[in-house]
């Protein structure tokens, strides 16, 4: 199969940007999609994400070098 390739432009996010994720799904997929995180941390300057309250304190713990707000204040 032939994939599609992204071309990458150089106004999209760099190394130096700070990125912020919206978890826009239920408490379920933020859980599975929550194993991405790390690698996308490594990518940028600042990482901050959007999630489910109830997860705030378990996911600060886990991932230490991310920043987590509740999905209802932003």
Do not use: C, H, W
């Not at 390739?5 to 933020?30: A, T």
Request: glycine residues 4%; hydrophobic residues 45%; without cysteine.
């Amino acid at each position: 199969l032939k994939k599609d390739l992204i071309r990458l432009d150089k106004n999209l996010p760099n190394k130096e940007s700070n990125i912020l994720v919206l978890g826009e799904q239920g408490i379920g997929d933020q859980i599975i999609f929550s194993s991405l995180l790390i690698e996308l941390s490594k990518n940028y300057l600042k990482l901050t994400v959007a999630i489910d309250a109830r997860l705030i304190d378990l996911f600060k713990r886990t991932f230490r070098s991310i920043d987590f707000i509740s999905i209802e204040s932003s």
